[in-house]
């Protein structure tokens, strides 16, 4: 009797483990489900509790922030899908094209006559619509940026980064001098470096700080700038430094030349016009030449002149100057007409057009060693009016007792 009731115990056990087992993972998926609606409804009135503890002000922002970014996030996708169309239509792979080739397709497509407002333009909407500041305060009304009560938190920061990086590399500098070493000669910023960038404007400043920077703070900001470059050490600080320059849109060596023409004898030749202050001045090179140099006045068309046309020494180096950088000086002829200003006037406007002809009888790396030394550079400097009370622009009377 002892081992039949065991047995049945034993066998009612067996039957009964499979059913405690199926039973115990739906009770803990109950629960589950359970605990996850009580966690996401405490978190749904968390959120609206939070809300309601904010001001006015904050909620607008939010909304606006919000529909903003719901904008943009239509604007990207609408681009995206006219991008393929375009990258489809112009047999380009979608996934690698550039802002370039949009913009090459687009003067492609369509016609050149159109003027400059009516043009269409495709870019990025980033690029179109302005940009839109982030909450600068949390719900408690702590603000997140440290220079948030200078009421120009990003324009500050930046001055402050600069103003450090100054300390920061004059420190370097010191103690490497100390030590007798001297900067890297190949990464120092010098003009070769900067030659084909810019410090940007006051406008690109505001725009890339989305403040409003006064012309004061622009000039306070491009002297830190200035400083910063000077430093023997300031490539250890190349990305903050490039940050603030804007490429300029063509180099001089990318820039279109003038093709030259060629004359019955099979001379290739080139006509630039050049200005300075009020003189004008036609400049006609010839190649293959002899070095011939006849310069004529426009009111005096029957006397020619070679370089005496100059009385001053000056005024002749200025026009030997660009044959002797691109080692032309006897291999071309050169007629000017020149006309208006004063001497020094016509020889930096013969210089300009010379210079600018010359591009288009040398190679590239001649082209940019010209943009070095200031050749492709036209002076665009002007006498300056006379002013009220003054015997000229800046020149005050002489003060007398009596």
């Known amino acids: 009797m002892m081992t039949s009731s065991l047995s049945g115990c034993l066998v009612r056990a067996i039957t009964r483990r499979p059913v405690v087992i199926r039973s115990v993972p739906s009770l803990s998926v109950a629960s589950f489900s359970t605990s996850a609606g009580n966690s996401s409804a405490q978190d749904k009135l968390a959120v609206a509790k939070s809300e309601r503890q904010m001001s006015s002000a904050m909620k607008m922002y939010l909304k606006r922030k919000r529909e903003h970014d719901m904008f943009i996030s239509r604007e990207r996708a609408e681009f995206d899908v006219g991008k393929e169309h375009l990258a489809s239509m112009m047999g380009l792979e979608a996934s690698t094209l550039t802002q370039e080739q949009i913009d090459q397709s687009i003067e492609y497509l369509f016609p050149s006559g159109l003027a400059p407002e009516a043009k269409p333009v495709m870019k990025p909407p980033e690029e179109i619509f302005p940009k839109q500041k982030d909450a600068e305060f949390d719900l408690e009304g702590r603000p997140f940026h440290s220079f948030f009560y200078t009421l120009k938190p990003n324009f500050n920061q930046a001055i402050f980064s600069l103003r450090d990086h100054i300390d920061g590399v004059t420190v370097f500098g010191?103690?490497?001098?100390?030590?007798?070493?001297?900067?890297?000669?190949?990464?120092?910023?010098?003009?070769?470096?900067?030659?084909?960038?810019?410090?940007?404007?006051?406008?690109?400043?505001?725009?890339?700080?989305?403040?409003?920077?006064?012309?004061?703070?622009?000039?306070?900001?491009?002297?830190?700038?200035?400083?910063?470059?000077?430093?023997?050490?300031?490539?250890?600080?190349?990305?903050?430094?490039?940050?603030?320059?804007?490429?300029?849109?063509?180099?001089?060596?990318?820039?279109?030349?003038?093709?030259?023409?060629?004359?019955?004898?099979?001379?290739?030749?080139?006509?630039?016009?050049?200005?300075?202050?009020?003189?004008?001045?036609?400049?006609?090179?010839?190649?293959?030449?002899?070095?011939?140099?006849?310069?004529?006045?426009?009111?005096?068309?029957?006397?020619?002149?070679?370089?005496?046309?100059?009385?001053?020494?000056?005024?002749?180096?200025?026009l030997l100057f660009p044959l002797q950088f691109t080692k032309m000086l006897g291999l071309v002829d050169i007629k000017v007409e020149v006309g208006g200003s004063g001497p020094s006037s016509q020889a930096g406007a013969i210089r300009y057009a010379m210079a600018m002809g010359l591009r288009s009888f040398v190679d590239k790396d001649v082209i940019g060693d010209m943009k070095l030394v200031g050749l492709l550079t036209q002076d665009i400097r002007a006498r300056e009016r006379k002013k009220p009370g003054k015997v000229s622009a800046r020149k005050s009377y002489t003060w007398k007792r009596r």
């Open 174 to 318: 010191d103690r490497l001098q100390r030590q007798g070493k001297g900067p890297d000669p190949e990464q120092i910023l010098n003009a070769s470096k900067l030659a084909d960038s810019r410090w940007v404007t006051h406008e690109e400043v505001s725009k890339l700080c989305l403040e409003t920077v006064t012309e004061t703070e622009h000039k306070e900001f491009m002297v830190v700038l200035e400083r910063l470059v000077g430093l023997p050490f300031s490539y250890r600080v190349k990305d903050d430094i490039f940050r603030w320059r804007v490429k300029e849109g063509i180099s001089a060596s990318q820039q279109e030349f003038i093709p030259p023409q060629f004359d019955e004898r099979g001379r290739a030749w080139v006509e630039v016009e050049g200005r300075r202050k009020t003189a004008t001045a036609t400049v006609k090179l010839s190649k293959p030449g002899t070095g011939l140099l006849e310069i004529t006045h426009r009111d005096y068309p029957g006397l020619v002149y070679d370089i005496t046309y100059f009385f001053a020494l000056k005024d002749r180096h200025q």
